[in-house]
C-alpha cells in the first residue's frame, strides 16, 4: 500500500511539474491527493466487506461528483469517454492488418515497433492458446472456444514497459469478427526484488506450475484490486518466459491531463486517490492501515514531502542520462 500511496503522490508532482504549474500548486494537489486518499479508505471502512467489493466510482464516498468539476474539465472527460468506446478491437484491426485471400486479418509490420512472431508450427500456437484458456473463467473460455488464432506479432511497448517481451496476436471468430489479445512479459514484481517480499507460488494453493507464479500474480491481484477487470484476463509461459492476456483494446480512455489547469488537475488526481483507496479497501490489513493515518494531516504532509524529494532525485536522474547520450557515453535511438 505504501508504495503505491506514494509513487501516485510522486506522479502528481513530476506531472504538476511538466505541466508548468508551480511548486505552491504541484504541493496542493499533492497533499489533496494524500488527503482523498487517507479520507476515502476510511470513510470505505464505514462499509461492509461486501459493500466495499461492490463499490463503484459513482459511489465516492467523499461525495465529489462530476458536479465539482469545471466545463473545461468535464468536456476533457467526455472527449476520454468518447475516445474510450471508439478502442474496440475492430477499431485495431482496421489500423494493423489487412484481409487475406481466406477472409482472415493478418497484421502489417511497421518494423522496429511490430514484427511479426515466428512460432514453430501450428500445433505450437494451438498449444498456447490452449494454455491461455484454461485460464480465464468458464464463460470465456467457452466464447474463445469459438476463435482460431489467425496471426501474432512482437510489438515494442511504452515508456513503464521498456525491455519487456509483448506481443499481439488476431483471433478470428465464425463470421470473420475479430478480436485481438495482448500477451505481456510478467516479471518479477518489486515487492520481491526489492521489499524482501516473499512471493507465494501458485503451485502450494493451485494446480498451476512453479514457473507459471508472475502471470498468476498479475492476473489474480487484478481482478482483486480491480472494480471491474477485463474478463480476457489469463496467462501462460512460452520461451523460458512468464506472460499475462489481456484485450489489446478494450474501451480504455485516458485524461489528457495536459489540458487541465491546477485546480482541475487537483481535482483528477484526487479521484485517482480515491480509486486506489477502493483497491486497498479490499485488503484484510485496509481497517488497521485506515486506523494508522489518522485524522490529522501528518501523513498527507510525510508523503507529499517524500514525493517532492523523489521527483528532485527523477529529475537529477533524467539530467545524468541526457548528459550521457549527449557525450555519447550512452547511446540512444529517437522517433522510435
Not at 512479459?185 to 512471493?199: M, P, R, T
Not at 518466459?241 to 491546477?262: H, M, N, T
Request: charged fraction near 25%; aromatic fraction near 8%; charge should be neutral.
Amino acid at each position: 500500500m505504501e508504495w503505491d500511496v506514494k509513487r501516485l503522490v510522486t506522479s502528481v508532482v513530476v506531472g504538476g511539474r511538466s505541466f508548468g504549474f508551480s511548486d505552491d500548486e504541484s504541493r496542493r494537489a499533492a497533499l489533496e491527493t494524500a488527503k482523498l486518499y487517507r479520507q476515502s479508505l476510511q470513510a470505505m471502512m464505514k462499509f461492509t466487506v461486501l459493500d466495499r467489493y461492490y463499490f463503484r466510482l459513482d459511489r465516492d464516498p467523499t461525495g465529489l461528483g462530476l458536479s465539482a468539476l469545471s466545463p473545461t474539465a468535464r468536456k476533457v472527460l467526455y472527449k476520454a469517454r468518447r475516445q474510450a468506446l471508439k478502442r474496440t478491437s475492430e477499431a485495431a484491426v482496421d489500423k494493423i492488418t489487412i484481409r487475406a485471400p481466406d477472409g482472415t486479418r493478418r497484421i502489417v509490420e511497421q518494423p522496429p515497433l511490430l514484427t511479426h512472431l515466428n512460432l514453430s508450427t501450428q500445433e505450437q500456437v494451438e498449444h498456447l492458446f490452449e494454455d491461455y484458456r484454461r485460464t480465464v473463467p468458464a464463460d470465456v473460455a467457452q466464447l474463445l472456444s469459438q476463435f482460431s488464432l489467425t496471426d501474432a506479432a512482437l510489438r515494442v511497448v511504452g515508456v513503464g514497459s521498456v525491455g519487456t517481451r509483448c506481443h499481439i496476436v488476431i483471433l478470428t471468430g465464425p463470421q470473420q469478427e475479430s478480436l485481438v489479445l495482448q500477451i505481456k512479459e510478467a516479471q518479477e514484481s518489486v515487492l520481491s526484488s526489492f521489499g524482501g517480499v516473499e512471493a507465494q507460488n501458485p503451485a502450494e494453493t493451485t494446480s498451476l506450475p512453479v514457473e507459471a507464479i508472475e502471470g498468476y500474480r498479475v492476473v489474480a491481484n487484478q481482478r482483486i484490486l480491480q472494480a471491474v477487470s477485463d474478463p480476457f484476463l489469463g496467462h501462460l509461459c512460452f520461451g523460458g518466459r512468464d506472460y499475462f492476456v489481456r484485450q489489446f483494446r478494450d474501451r480504455k480512455g485516458s485524461i489528457e491531463v495536459a489540458r487541465l489547469r491546477a485546480p482541475e488537475f487537483t481535482t483528477y488526481v484526487g479521484r485517482c486517490a480515491s480509486v486506489l483507496a477502493r483497491s486497498h479497501a479490499q485488503s484484510h490489513d485496509a481497517a488497521m492501515v485506515a486506523g494508522n493515518l489518522g485524522s490529522a494531516p501528518t501523513f498527507d504532509r510525510a508523503v507529499t514531502e517524500w514525493a517532492f524529494a523523489y521527483a528532485d532525485q527523477s529529475l537529477a536522474d533524467y539530467e545524468s542520462l541526457r548528459a550521457a547520450v549527449d557525450s555519447g557515453a550512452v547511446e540512444a535511438v529517437h522517433g522510435i
